[in-house]
C-alpha cells in the first residue's frame, strides 16, 4: 500500500492565494485551479486566518 503525500503550503504561500481570491473579478474555482488546491482547503485556511485575527 503506499502511503499518499500532500503538499505543504507556507504561510505566505496561503497567505498570497487568499489575497488572490479577495480580487475583484477572480473567483474560488480560477484561483484553486491555478495553484492546484481543493476549494475545501482555502475554506479551511480562511477559517483559521479569520479565527487569529478575531483572537488577537
Known amino acids: ?7 505543504k503550503f507556507t504561510a505566505d504561500e496561503q ?8 480580487q475583484p473579478g477572480v473567483t474560488l474555482s480560477e484561483v484553486c485551479r491555478k495553484h492546484r488546491v481543493s476549494p475545501g482547503l482555502v475554506y479551511r485556511w480562511r477559517a483559521v486566518a479569520q479565527q487569529a485575527t478575531t483572537e488577537a
Open 1 to 7: 500500500m503506499n502511503k499518499r503525500s500532500y503538499r
Open 15 to 22: 497567505r498570497t492565494i487568499l489575497d488572490e481570491t479577495q
